[in-house]
């Protein structure tokens, strides 16, 4: 079974300051990932993609996430976090047509 | 693109009360509509499934008979809890899918039920 585990719950970062979020999945063939961000009360927004090719993926705001088949990872990335960046990251695998989440890491941004 | 609008937002009723919640896929046709309940502080918990012009295929421990759903066209679904109480309070989003499996899932906004 696929299955998603994002290590870090919480993660505070300075407003300018660089942003890594952890993700690794497990899942025995080639894996479909994604990273969403929700903010409070909203929906889910989808940040990127990876599906094949090329394992550093950009998405909308600034993201990319790199692809590593060999620690199973898809960590997601950004140079310099703005305030509203401030959400909960969620990533995801699917297989076929079910997503299998994480639990999430909230991201709070201090100036 | 790939708009998915959830109405409504938010809703406040009493014990026994029915609630529908409607999830409409705005630019693009969904084959396939998802509805997750999410608690506090918590990941997405998948509900249901539903295709288009069939029945729903609902998650175990998922009752079925508390959680109608209808996907009768290819941009509308609707969840129904009925006879609602207060431990079915939580947050609802839905998500639709246009295409093959593996395309991502594009989310509502969620809708707010609080049973009094």
């Known amino acids: 079974a696929q299955s998603v585990t994002q290590p870090d719950i919480h993660i505070t970062v300075s407003e300018g300051a660089s942003l890594e979020l952890r993700c690794n999945y497990s899942y025995g063939a080639t894996p479909y990932l994604f990273w969403y961000v929700q903010s409070p009360g909203q929906g889910l927004q989808l940040l990127l993609k990876?599906?094949?090719?090329?394992?550093l993926v950009q998405g909308i705001k600034g993201f990319e996430a790199e692809f590593k088949r060999s620690q199973s990872s898809f960590n997601l990335r950004k140079p310099s976090v703005h305030w509203s960046d401030a959400a909960e990251y969620f990533c995801?695998?699917?297989?076929?047509?079910?997503?299998?989440f994480g639990a999430g890491t909230t991201v709070t941004v201090r100036a | 693109g790939a708009v998915v609008s959830q109405h409504p937002s938010r809703v406040i009723c009493k014990s026994g009360t029915s609630v529908k919640i409607e999830c409409r896929s705005l630019?693009?046709?969904?084959?396939?509509m998802f509805w997750y309940r999410q608690f506090p502080k918590q990941s997405l918990m998948l509900m249901a499934t539903s295709n288009e012009g069939s029945k729903a295929t609902y998650e175990q421990g998922v009752e079925k008979d508390k959680f109608l759903i209808n996907h009768a066209s290819l941009t509308l679904s609707t969840l129904t809890v009925t006879s609602a109480h207060p431990e079915d309070s939580s947050f609802y989003i839905c998500s639709a899918r246009d295409g093959t499996a593996n395309q991502p899932q594009h989310f509502g906004d969620g809708t707010r039920l609080s049973i009094l």
């Open positions: 995801a695998v699917t297989n076929d047509y079910k997503l299998s």
């Open positions: 990876y599906f094949s090719g090329d394992t």
């Open positions: 630019d693009f046709q969904a084959t396939t």
